[in-house]
Nanobody, 118 residues
Framework: QVQLVESGGGLVQAGGSLRLSCAAS????????MGWYRQAPGKQRERVGV???????NYADSVKGRFTVSRDNAKNTVYLQMNSLKPEDTAVYYC????????????WGQGTQVTVSS
């Protein structure tokens, strides 16, 4: 079994910064991609940013230039640095990892709330 534990959410004023972390643990052989998704009230979950095991990244257009995804492969941890936050970034942020154990499966964290006040 694989667990993803997130931390770092909270309340911040517009223009501020937050850093989210997500650590994967369990019976992990390797991790392919890791990334972040978010879901605002009344909206569908959307991709924020993803990073591959080789370090390639892609981002939603709405966060390009403001958010950065990085990972520490030795710690099985992915980070999301969020700068210049806007009220529309308010959402529950979920960590995702595609993990190779006996097979390959996608796992999700429990979610962490990010609230940006205007």
């Amino acid at each position: 079994q694989v667990q993803l534990v997130e931390s770092g959410g909270g309340l911040v004023q517009a223009g501020g910064s937050l850093r989210l972390s997500c650590a994967a643990s369990g019976s992990i052989f390797s991790i392919k991609s890791m990334g972040w998704y978010r879901q605002a009230p009344g909206k569908q979950r959307e991709r924020v940013g993803v990073i591959t095991s080789g370090g390639s990244t892609n981002y939603a257009d709405s966060v390009k230039g403001r958010f950065t995804v990085s990972r520490d492969n030795a710690k099985n941890t992915v980070y999301l640095q969020m700068n210049s936050l806007k009220p529309e970034d308010t959402a529950v942020y979920y960590c995702n990892a595609v993990v190779v154990t006996t097979g390959t499966n996608a796992y999700w964290g429990q979610g962490t709330q990010v609230t940006v006040s205007s």
